[in-house]
Nanobody, 121 residues
Framework: QVQLVESGGGLVQAGGSLTLSCAASGSIFSINTMGWYRQAPGKQRELAATFTRGGNTIYADSVKGRFTISRDVAKNTVYLQMNSLKPEDTAVYYC???????????????WGQGTQVTVSS
């Protein structure tokens, strides 16, 4: 079994900063991709930032230059440093990872429970 546990959400004023973290634990053989999605009220879930299988990073255009994704490979943890936050960044942020377990023949998608980020104007 694999778990993704997120932390770091909260309420912040516009222009402020927050850092999210997500730790993967359990029966993990390898992690292909790991990153962050977000879902604002009434909107579809969208990519915020992620590491690709090759270790490159992908950012949504709306967060480029403000958000930075980083990781600790040894700890199976990713972080999302969010600076210059705007009210439109308000959303539930979900950690996502594509993981192969030791006994699995496929790479499966896992999601965290989500953490609320609210940016006040």
């Amino acid at each position: 079994q694999v778990q993704l546990v997120e932390s770091g959400g909260g309420l912040v004023q516009a222009g402020g900063s927050l850092t999210l973290s997500c730790a993967a634990s359990g029966s993990i053989f390898s992690i292909n991709t790991m990153g962050w999605y977000r879902q604002a009220p009434g909107k579809q879930r969208e990519l915020a930032a992620t590491f690709t299988r090759g270790g490159n990073t992908i950012y949504a255009d709306s967060v480029k230059g403000r958000f930075t994704i980083s990781r600790d490979v040894a700890k199976n943890t990713v972080y999302l440093q969010m600076n210059s936050l705007k009210p439109e960044d308000t959303a539930v942020y979900y950690c996502n990872a594509a993981i192969r377990t030791p006994t699995g023949t496929r790479v499966l998608d896992y999601w965290g429970q989500g953490t609320q980020v609210t940016v006040s104007s």
